[in-house]
């Protein structure tokens, strides 16, 4: 026997009443809750379901809903209807399934127990997914009892949840009846049974209570609990064992999984309200603490995120504490923490007044906790302590452990939770979390709570931990790749600022470089290899080791990123970068440059002011393959300056890059009294730029900055002369040298200078072929002497033994010389050294009358012009 209805009225268009809750009617039940598809088939049976009607979830999904359930009034092909005023009820025939809610009763016979009484509400669903059909069930004897089973007054129904006290709180405990689905298929079912009708238990089409979920498996299970220890402590005292067993029926363990609610008999409803409520306050602050941290991976802001979290909702006082390798970012600890494990106290949060722990517990200690501590038993086992009352003599026996500090009146008289912050079961931290005397003590839930936070909080920590590791481990293998200092070039001022990305991540691929080359040129070098991370940094630490090695070689701006794209090709299809390569002369005063994709550099003229951003031929981006590279000559004056950047500079968020290189040419046109200041000036003018666009500012990529003050080196300061092949010219090599010093002042080098020049004149005399040998000298803050011929071999230093008569002359060049190399030109090859020059007072003190004492005959052999 069954009856339904659609009406959300009593049928007689008066309003319904909502007296009080008629006595031994309630609408709190244990329901079934079944979702049905379009073919009619369940596709959700919950265990309400199952303790209702038998079947197992597994044998109830995927059959037909009629061979399962006795609500055929639910299931039945749909037909035409009309509600009371005449107007036709929506239906669908073609999914079997009536498209209006409908509810009834109907009794079932199961073995052993007789007929039951069962109640129904069925609610027709529209969407995206494959659900058509939501079924509410519950046993008549869940409410009222006997009363309700003889009573055909009263039956299921539906009304607005906005008839009845509390609406909000309706609406908000309705989820809790739906089976455990996504947000946005729960929330999507929600609102259709808003829309259609709440579920109801109408009494005499009068009266109208509200169903809602009966969840009291908590707070059954704690009284059961406590029953057994009355039941057991009656047997200690020789009582009688039935007198100690509270009534009700235990569930059985399929129960206890699938959450068995008992009946009225067996829990107090007022108790399932606070237990239901301290269950849904706890996840509700769960779910917000989840949203609350983690919003970067920044260590130390996590652990703040963490920490203010829990207070004051959850604890009057929050304490954090790291162990050291964790928070220095040295990667995963090795072993289970002991007593010389030392922790970092990362962060402390409480609400007594400000300070009032700043020196019981400062922030940034470094600690070993003793061994007879709560604290060290959760560091070692990794499970939560739980101590809900600290007595005088527990808070004297634990801070009687700590020598320098007195913990008593921060724990006396509270209750403390300990939780461990673990990641793959390694103790990462923990975190002491108090109550103070007034309020509810820590309990097995809070543990269950506390526990639950340390897991979500510790799975965030460790991937700011381990984010943090590789950010140190990219931050310092890029740092050693970057120039440390810049040396100092002949006629050419650097210096360079390398900034890291604030948004994607503080490493980048941007590198830069100043190289000596021979002849007193300067190679300046910036490139970006593409994308953030270790990565990078290491293509960026190959790349760079590369160009170094190539500009020894003296290649040609073309010719070097030739070879480099070559190589990055051979490395692997992921090297792709941007690379700018110029050679100063600072003698000849040209700027000799190629570009790979890269940003050109801007030329700041000493003479009016005016910058320009330098017309190169793009080229393609170093790692592309096939395409040329074009070298252009610049001729420059003394005193102007060169600036060059990688993309992160010059990109303004939402513009075209090209606004961010106007900015760049106009701030590096300003006037600066010093290489730092012109660098202030285009770094502000650049982060306003940016600021204005986006409102923030913040770089999104990392900056390489270099910048040259190309100063020359004046025609007076240089000096050139061509020497026959004729082994008299080495002599008059040495003359010429010292005639030289003694004119530029600088007589206490013209001895040592004329040994290395006769050894380096005496073994290009003796290697060349046709043409004739070339000597300069040119005078900077050192001596350079280069020496050119047209043989094509370099020369290698050689070890000589005592009566050999050759492979002496660059070991003696290699002894006395500050620096020295070769390197290969057009027409032949070039040897050249460096002499360090005595300090200008030094120079002072010396006699320019003396001389060395030299053979005056060109044609004496000196002892080194052999080979």
């Known amino acids: 026997m069954e009856y339904g209805t659609s009406r959300c009225d009593d049928g007689r268009g008066e309003p319904p009443v909502v007296p009080e809750q008629r006595r031994g009617v309630h609408g709190r039940m244990p329901l079934a809750v079944v979702v049905i598809d379009a073919e009619g088939r369940v596709t959700h049976w919950s265990s309400g379901a199952r303790r209702l009607f038998g079947p197992t979830r597994q044998q109830a999904v995927g059959r037909p809903a009629v061979d399962l359930m006795p609500v ?17 009820e929506l239906d669908d025939s073609r999914l079997g399934i009536v498209c209006y809610p409908t509810a009834g009763r109907a009794r079932m016979a199961e073995p052993g127990h007789g007929q039951v009484d069962v109640l129904w509400w069925a609610y027709p669903l529209v969407g995206p997914g494959p659900e058509r059909l939501l079924v509410l069930a519950a046993d008549t004897k869940g409410v009222g009892g006997d009363a309700l089973g ?91 064992p039935d007198q100690a067993h509270a009534p009700g029926r235990a569930p059985d363990p399929d129960d206890v999984d699938l959450g068995y609610a008992p009946g009225p008999d067996d829990v107090d409803p007022d108790d399932l309200d606070l237990e239901y409520a301290a269950v849904r306050e706890r996840l509700e602050f769960l779910n917000e603490v989840s949203g609350r941290i983690g919003t970067s991976l920044d260590l130390a802001r996590t652990i703040r995120e963490v920490t203010s979290a829990a207070v004051p909702r959850f604890a009057d006082f929050a304490g954090t504490h790291l162990r050291a390798q964790v928070l220095a970012g040295e990667g ?84 403390i939770l300990i939780v461990p912050l673990k990641a793959r079961d390694v103790v990462l931290g923990f975190m002491v979390l108090l109550r103070r005397p007034g309020r509810e003590p820590f309990d097995d839930m809070d543990r269950t709570t506390g526990a639950e936070l340390a897991a979500r909080a510790g799975l965030v920590l460790d991937n700011a931990r381990m984010y943090t590791y590789q950010e140190n481990v990219a931050e310092t293998l890029q740092d050693s790749m970057l120039p440390q200092v810049t040396p100092r070039m002949a006629g050419c001022d650097t210096a360079t600022r390398y900034l890291p990305g604030t948004r994607l991540g503080r490493v980048g691929g941007d590198w830069f470089d100043t190289i000596k080359l021979p002849g007193s040129r300067t190679a300046l070098v910036v490139g970006d290899v593409m994308g953030h991370g270790l990565t990078s940094a290491a293509m960026m630490g190959q790349l760079r080791t590369a160009v170094q090695t190539m500009a020894a070689l003296d290649l040609p701006p073309a010719q070097l990123l030739r070879n480099l794209d070559d190589l990055a090709q051979r490395l692997g299809e992921h090297y792709l970068a941007t690379c700018l390569y110029a050679v100063y002369d600072p003698v000849s005063s040209e700027l000799v440059v190629a570009n790979a994709g890269h940003i050109p550099p801007v030329l700041v003229r000493a003479q009016d002011g005016r910058s320009e951003l330098l017309n190169l031929p793009t080229g393609a981006p170093i790692g592309v393959g096939g395409v040329p590279f074009e070298t252009v000559t610049v001729r420059v004056a003394p005193g102007d300056r060169l600036v060059l950047c990688t993309d992160g500079l010059v990109e ?52 390489a900055l270099l910048m040259a003050r190309l100063n020359g080196i004046p025609a007076e ?47 290009a005399i003796r290697h060349a072929h046709t043409h004739h040998v070339r000597l300069r000298l040119v005078r900077t803050d050192a001596l350079l002497c280069e020496v050119t011929d047209d043989d094509h071999e370099l020369p290698a230093l050689l070890s000589a033994d005592r009566d050999a008569e050759s492979g002496r002359g660059l070991r003696v060049i290699s002894k006395l010389a500050r620096e020295w190399g070769t390197s290969r030109t057009g027409r032949g090859k070039t040897v050249w050294f460096e002499q360090a020059l005595a300090h200008p007072a030094e120079q002072a003190s010396a006699h320019p009358a003396e001389t060395p004492a030299h053979p005056a005959d060109p044609t004496l052999a000196h002892p080194g012009e052999r080979r």
């Open 717 to 763: 300061d240089v000096a050139q002369w061509r020497l026959a092949l004729d082994p008299s010219e080495v002599g008059r090599a040495r003359r010429l040298v010292r005639e030289r010093l003694l004119r530029w002042g600088l007589p206490e080098s013209v001895e040592t200078a004329e040994l290395l020049v006769s050894e380096a004149v005496t073994n």
């Open 72 to 88: 055929s009034g639910a299931l039945r092909g749909a037909e035409v209807r009309t509600d009371a005023t005449g107007s036709p």
């Open 332 to 415: 995963f600890p090795d072993g289970p923490p002991d007593v010389t494990t030392v922790w970092h106290r990362v962060w402390v949060e409480h609400n007594d007044e400000p300070g009032r722990w700043d020196d019981t517990v400062p922030v940034g200690e470094s600690i070993a906790f003793p061994e007879h501590t709560p604290f060290f038993q959760c560091m070692v086992t990794g499970e939560p302590v739980l101590i809900p009352h600290i007595s005088d003599e527990v808070g004297d026996r634990i801070a009687g452990q700590f020598e320098k500090r007195d913990l008593r009146p921060l724990i006396n008289g509270r209750s």
């Open 652 to 703: 303004v968020r939402g513009q075209d890059i090209g606004a961010g290189i106007a900015a760049l040419c106009e701030s590096a046109a300003h006037p600066a009294a010093s290489m730092d200041d012109a660098y202030d000036t285009i770094i502000r003018a650049l982060a306003a730029a940016s600021r204005e666009t986006d409102g923030r500012g913040g770089r999104k990529d990392d900056v």
């Open 150 to 240: 003889r009573d055909d007054r009263i039956g299921p129904g539906f009304a607005l949840h906005t008839e009845f006290p509390g609406a909000e709180r309706l609406a908000g405990r309705l989820p809790d009846i739906l089976p455990n689905m996504g947000p946005a298929t729960a929330g999507r079912i929600v609102a259709q049974v808003l829309e259609l009708g709440y579920p109801v238990l109408e009494i005499s089409h009068h009266e109208r209570v509200p169903v809602t979920p009966d969840w009291g498996m908590p707070r059954y299970r704690e009284r059961r609990a406590r029953q057994e220890a009355v039941r057991r402590s009656a047997l200690a005292a020789g009582g009688a």
